[in-house]
């Protein structure tokens, strides 16, 4: 029997997501005049399907890549209205790919726990078009003294903080 | 159901971050340093959520280890009746999501469908509900177990935690029989007796002797005659009743108690509900298992009988029986007692079975075969023999079969098939007229 055919509704409706969010992040460029090759969508397509059948698989992780990919060699760095799409698309894809991740393609997922991430998911998204405004207004503004020197610390301060974060927990 | 008291397995893992978590993090950090590196701004629009996803499971990075605990509610039940099992959990105040995976053992239904359930912590404790649907020992309980923390960012296990043994008894299908056995022949009891006693069934009038019960004079007859008369009656017993299951193998599909029944399956549920029926009516009633483990009850009555006998029936083991263990030289040695019946259920297929039930009606012992086998019984296929050759091996131990069930008529042992409720009614009667007459028998 097809996994399909087993799955529960929730499951379903979850997968939909994690399939269409990365194919709409990519097309997401098109109206912008710089439509993807056919040789690009494929794979895309391809990869997403493999991250909707497995969404804890680090399948997720190249696609997302590829997108990103392809963001940065089409429109270089114009900033398009599109770009809140694609981080939408991208945002719902992997949200509901931790959702669907709960547990085997088969666990139903409750009505309760779809509207708590919901929720969160509009607490999320509520930062694009943050992110796009502030964008666009310092777009052109002359960098401040030391920008890239605390840009650089502060991505290392990250970097650390998550290696300690995803440490081993283990208590002694 | 018999509820247990806990019996629990704790099992330890630790946190790990989620694949999700490792995603956002990879993903936002590739292309905040690709939009430093190359300057877009786009790629930092994409970025920013996941950022924030990234930084809220962080957040939530737990800091304690979960003690996980899981326990059934009842650890004998009969099939069909169910039972839940409970996950008990502690130091989980950092845990958001709970995730369950029950094992599927065969025979068992589970709910939620397929034994998977995950819910929000808030919701309180998933429960899955688990149904044995066919006699028997089964393992039952096991099951994976993850928690997540809020936002997703780290799981714990998943972690298998042990079931637990549980003694699935046979389900008595509804049964009554209002026939009185062939010899009722021990103390006080409900069945009617041959000789004269203290029951209830008239037997007779007679003239007064010393010693009769003023109370027992029947007045009216006493007038008429001009001579005391007093009424007679006979006396009520119980008796004793062997079950014989025969357990040496298998046949025909079992799907459980919603589904087709296998030969076994009609046995073992023909002898619980026989001996549940006999022990009501206050009868000694004892169980001989002719199969590899050998099973069996001696004759009781009560209650805590009829348990110890359902007990013994969900822990048959089907095989031949052992070197020594109630045969001799292919005979089987029931240790029937004076008096008892005898109640066989057997898909008659074993020559020691019909051997046995053909010995004991010609020495004069009250023997009744139940025939278990089902109508669509067929044997099983197996790799690498031709089914063509199966089938007619098949129709020729079926053949035999009705060979040995028409001597056995011959014999005066009446076999009937299983039906449920009135199975043995009319065979019981017409053995229990036929106790009533003289016969000779053979020794």
Not at chain 2, 400 to 420: K, Y
Not at chain 2, 426 to 434: E, I, N, W
């Amino acid at each position: 029997m097809p996994l399909v055919a087993v799955l529960p509704t929730s499951q379903l409706l979850l997968r939909a997501l994690v399939l269409l969010g990365p194919v709409v992040a990519l097309l997401a460029t098109g109206p912008a005049g710089h439509w993807p090759p056919w040789w690009v969508v494929v794979p895309v397509v391809g990869l997403a399907g493999a991250f909707a059948a497995v969404p804890d698989s680090p399948v997720g992780v190249g696609l997302f890549l590829v997108v990103l990919v392809w963001w940065t060699i089409s429109l270089g760095d114009d900033i398009q209205p599109a770009a809140m799409v694609a981080a939408a698309a991208l945002l719902v894809a992997h949200l509901a790919a931790q959702v669907a991740s709960y547990g085997p393609a088969t666990l139903p997922v409750e009505l309760a726990t779809l509207r708590l991430w919901g929720l969160r998911a509009v607490v999320l998204l509520a930062t694009i078009p943050a992110t796009w405004a502030a964008a666009r207004l310092l777009r052109g503004q002359p960098e401040p003294a030391g920008v890239w020197i605390l840009a650089t610390a502060a991505a290392v301060a990250a970097t650390v903080v998550a290696t300690v974060a995803l440490g081993d927990h283990r208590e002694a | 159901m018999t509820p247990t008291p806990s019996r629990v397995l704790t099992a330890t893992s630790h946190w790990r971050p989620t694949a999700a978590l490792g995603r956002a993090l990879v993903v936002s950090g590739i292309a905040l340093a690709v939009a430093l590196v190359v300057g877009d701004p786009s790629l930092v629009v994409i970025a920013a959520p996941f950022v924030l996803l990234v930084a809220l499971s962080l957040v939530h990075r737990p800091t304690r280890e979960p003690r996980l605990d899981s326990h059934l509610d009842h650890v004998i039940l009969h099939e069909g009746q169910g039972t839940t099992a409970r996950l008990a959990m502690a130091d989980v105040d950092e845990v958001e999501f709970v995730t369950r995976v029950a094992g599927r053992p065969p025979y068992v239904a589970l709910r939620p469908s397929g034994g998977y359930v995950g819910r929000l912590l808030a919701e309180g404790v998933p429960d899955v509900e688990i149904s044995p649907r066919r006699w028997g020992r089964r393992f039952l309980g096991e099951e994976y177990v993850a928690l997540y923390t809020p936002w997703a960012g780290f799981r714990y296990g998943p972690i298998a935690l042990g079931g637990q043994q549980v003694r699935v008894l046979p389900v008595t299908p509804p049964y009554d029989s209002r026939a009185e056995v062939p010899q009722p022949l021990g103390l006080v009891g409900a069945h009617r007796s041959r000789r004269p006693g203290s029951g209830t069934e008239l037997a007779g009038i007679r003239t007064f002797q010393a010693g009769d019960r003023l109370r027992r004079i029947n007045w009216r007859v006493s007038l008429r005659t001009g001579a005391l008369h007093v009424v007679t009656t006979r006396a009520e017993e119980d008796t004793g009743v062997l079950l014989v299951v025969d357990a040496l193998a298998d046949h025909g599909p079992s799907d459980g108690i919603d589904g087709a029944a296998s030969s076994l399956d009609l046995t073992v549920r023909a002898a619980a509900a026989i001996a549940e029926h006999h022990v009501r009516t206050g009868d000694r009633v004892a169980l001989r298992v002719v199969g590899r483990g050998g099973e069996q009850v001696g004759y009781g009555a009560g209650a805590r009988h009829l348990r110890m006998i359902q007990d013994r029936l969900s822990t048959i083991q089907v095989g031949e029986v052992a070197e020594g263990a109630g045969a001799d030289d292919g005979v089987l040695r029931l240790g029937v007692t004076g008096g008892a019946v005898v109640i066989v259920m057997s898909p008659m297929l074993a020559e020691s079975v019909g051997t046995v039930a053909a010995t004991l009606t010609r020495r004069g012992v009250t023997v009744l075969v139940i025939d278990t086998l089902p109508p669509d019984a067929r044997p099983p296929r197996l790799d690498g023999v031709e089914p063509g050759l199966v089938d007619l091996a098949w129709r020729m131990r079926r053949i035999e079969r009705s060979v040995v069930l028409d001597r056995l008529a011959m014999l005066g042992c009446p076999v009937v098939a299983w039906r449920g409720p009135g199975t043995v009614d009319d065979v019981m009667r017409r053995l229990a007229r036929r106790a009533q007459q003289p016969r000779v028998a053979v020794r």
